[in-house]
């Protein structure tokens, strides 16, 4: 059975950087697509970033480009997502998923796997 495991959200003012990290295990990831979402007190779950198992041509939530990198470890089956130029709206607690196919997908319903969540907060 896939597991995922979060980690390296914390406190932060805006402008700061953080790194998240997720390991996952369980099964092999080749050809899997791994993402992180978020879930802001009070708001729905949201897609950040996600990327294939080759990595090329990640997707990001639009306030996020430029400031947030999605990149993958698959000998290490991790993810990660730095985090830059963070902002009071990019608190929220940070979810890394796992979809079990090779297409990309941005929704909640197209990831499997979940993990427990990290918890950002980004002061201003």
């Known amino acids: 059975q896939v597991q995922v495991v979060e980690s390296g959200g914390g406190l932060v003012q805006a402008g700061g950087s953080l790194r998240l990290t997720c390991a996952a295990s369980?099964?092999?990831?080749?050809?899997?697509?791994m993402a992180w979402f978020r879930q802001a007190p009070g708001k729905e779950r949201e897609f950040v970033a996600a990327v294939n198992w080759s990595g090329d041509n990640p997707s990001y939530l639009d306030s996020v480009k430029g400031r947030f990198t999605i990149s993958r470890d698959n000998a290490k089956n991790t993810v990660y997502l730095q985090m830059n130029s963070l902002k009071p709206e990019d608190t929220a607690v940070y979810f890394c998923?796992?979809?079990?196919?090779?297409?990309?997908?941005?929704?909640?319903?197209?990831?499997?796997?979940w993990g427990q969540g990290t918890r950002v907060t980004v002061s201003s």
């Open positions: 369980g099964r092999t990831f080749t050809y899997t697509v």
């Open positions: 998923a796992v979809r079990l196919a090779s297409s990309m997908s941005t929704t909640n319903k197209g990831y499997s796997t």
